[in-house]
Nanobody, 114 residues
Framework: QVQLVESGGGLVQSGGSLRLSCAAS????????MGWYRQFPGKQREPVAT???????NYADSVKGRFTISRDNAKNTVYLQMNMLKPEDTAVYYC????????WGPGTQVTVSS
């Protein structure tokens, strides 16, 4: 059973930092892409950052230079270090793993106050 659980969300002031974690279970091996997506109120879920099994990363333009995605294959865990947070980063953040199907965690709320 593939399961993803996010943690690390919360309330932070503008300019602050948060580190999100996503632990995956039911996964064998590490040759898969994982990523972070976010959903703004009333909007579609959109990609924030992805990382392949080999460590290649990709970022949305809006977070480049501020967010860093990383992974620990031994722990089947992906992280998102978020620095210089802005109020417009406020969203529910979801962890994703790309296998034959896309799997999603339940999400974690990130709220950035001005």
């Amino acid at each position: 059973q593939v399961q993803l659980v996010e943690s690390g969300g919360g309330l932070v002031q503008s300019g602050g930092s948060l580190r999100l974690s996503c632990a995956a279970s039911g996964i064998i091996g590490s040759f898969y892409t994982m990523g972070w997506y976010r959903q703004f109120p009333g909007k579609q879920r959109e990609p924030v950052a992805t990382i392949t099994g080999g460590g290649l990363t990709n970022y949305a333009d809006s977070v480049k230079g501020r967010f860093t995605i990383s992974r620990d294959n031994a722990k089947n865990t992906v992280y998102l270090q978020m620095n210089m947070l802005k109020p417009e980063d406020t969203a529910v953040y979801y962890c994703n793993i790309q296998l034959r199907y896309n799997y999603w965690g339940p999400g974690t709320q990130v709220t950035v106050s001005s």
